[in-house]
DNA sequence: ATGTCTTTGTGAACGCGTGCACAAAGATGG
DNA sequence: CCATCTTTGTGCACGCGTTCACAAAGACAT
């Protein structure tokens, strides 16, 4: 999440626990394929299947958003996917900035997903001069020293960074100072921003490295119970850069 | 653990909390940058710091993993970024395979923290005829058809779904079927695996709405008042916010 | 050795999130 | 109207994660 304080001012004025928040994407998503098939209402036993949670908790989910399912029936599809687009303010169109247009970006750009529920593309922003005026996702790469005027001009306050980890705090200072106040990271980078900036990152090789960890344990499970070793590890393995990750990455300068 | 003591507390691999393993990765990055700048120990404020968290949680982090501090000093940076890494399971190599090289799945392949540390992108995968032999960061598409032997041959574990959200399951159930065992899944889906797969997902739209609740809250605060409204909304648009045990007349549109 | 100073490692308290289990609410049928 | 059945909404207990605060451990100077 953010770094430093992250003092949350008001969070009090409607309690939704951040859990819950999170979550409310995945039963929007459920309910919009209900909704497309033209299913009239769900129980929660069913929605809850659908979004791979307990049902328990998805119904004290929706208790927080007030009491908009039926006893005996379950929930109005149509009705909750209005209440919850609400709640998330998918209501209302979100102009987006995309900075750092390189394999990711672009294909962040093409990405159908984006603009298709209440997000809308603003404009496509990398450093590189070669790029300015390259079509991108049929909308035109600009170059990063409009960065200001084009957050202020369209008035964008959700910014993506999709830079090279080296250029990600920077851009994000220009981001805030022009006037964004929620961020979303691609880069493998821990952002500074002051507080009422929302940050948050995706993180591909942290991601993986989670699941190597995983992997690796349940390898260890099943072949031996122990062997035990690397207790006695290097006393401090000064030039100890052995094996597989002697490289450096070419990708993320300090 | 340095004081020979009884290697009790059961810091092995069992008991490290899955809090803590998310965050390994995040140390890990900071350690690795103090590193290549010879930097020989750090304490667990600065390097808590250049991670974005609470010095007193790193401690406590490190603390299930062992005793590597020194008192008085700090961590040895080199010993440190060793545990680290063997803990993680980044010491050996993971052969990876990505399944639906669109914009996306293309990106990843090209992304250069991909390889660097401990994992080898093993096979491009794609249903698409059309992408057969095509190559891809140097590297050339096969088809799904070969799946089950590419995934064999390679003793591939971890497997990427970049595939649209429609394909996502099937292939999931291709890849477990298979051999393979932990889950990256970009798709805008919620997968369905037996006991002992693990599944992360990374999701963007999820992401994104998640920020516009934040924003939406932000804009709402400095307006003290109502402003809820004003965005055209359905006949339902029965606005009643009060607390969760407020009356609530949930009006059901039929 | 002794004392001082720095920093770790951790016990304990607290808060959040989860899941159980059940009473209340409404639908439905007789 | 009454009985029964279904499903919600939620009180409660529990476990995990976070944070505080401090004793213990070692470095370093005298």
Redesign the interface.
């Known amino acids: 999440m953010a770094?430093?304080r992250t003092h949350r001012?008001?969070t009090r004025?409607?309690?939704i626990p951040e859990a819950t928040?999170?979550r409310?994407?995945?039963y929007?998503?459920?309910l919009t394929a209900l909704s497309e098939r033209s299913v009239p209402t769900v129980s929660s036993e069913e929605l809850a299947a659908?979004?791979?949670v307990n049902s328990a908790k998805l119904r004290k989910d929706f208790?927080?958003l007030?009491?908009?399912?039926?006893r005996g029936v379950g929930y109005?599809v149509?009705?909750l996917v209005?209440q919850i687009s609400?709640?998330?303010?998918?209501?209302?169109d979100?102009p987006?900035v995309i900075v750092g247009i390189?394999?990711?970006g672009?294909?962040?750009a093409?990405?159908g997903?984006?603009a298709?529920?209440?997000?809308r593309v603003a404009a496509l922003i990398d450093a590189d001069p070669a790029m300015a005026g390259k079509p991108v996702a049929g909308m035109p790469v600009q170059h990063t020293d409009d960065l200001e005027r084009i957050i202020s001009d369209n008035g964008v306050?959700?910014g993506v960074i999709a830079t090279p980890a080296g250029a990600a705090q920077q851009v994000c200072d220009r981001l805030v100072a022009a006037g964004v106040?929620?961020?979303?990271n691609f880069a493998?980078t821990?952002l500074?921003v002051p507080d009422?900036v929302?940050v948050?990152k995706?993180?591909?090789?942290?991601?993986?490295?989670?699941?190597?960890?995983?992997?690796?344990?349940?390898?260890?499970e099943e072949s031996a119970a122990d062997a035990v070793e690397?207790?006695a590890?290097?006393a401090?393995?000064?030039?100890?850069r052995k094996?597989?990750?002697g490289?450096?990455?070419?990708?993320?300068p300090?």
Chains 1, 2 share one sequence.
């Open positions: 770094t430093g001012p008001a004025s409607r309690g928040v999170a409310l994407p995945l929007l998503r459920a659908a979004a791979g208790s927080y007030g009491s908009y399912g039926t109005d149509e009705y209005y609400r709640e998330l303010g998918l209501t209302q979100w987006v390189g394999n990711l672009a294909a962040l093409n990405y997903g984006f298709s529920r209440g997000f306050s959700i106040t929620s961020i979303l493998p821990v500074t009422g929302d948050r995706v993180d591909l090789s942290i991601e993986l490295q989670i699941l190597a960890f995983h992997e690796q344990r349940k390898a260890g690397g207790t590890a290097p401090v393995a000064k030039d100890h094996g597989p990750d490289d450096v990455p070419a990708v993320m300090a």
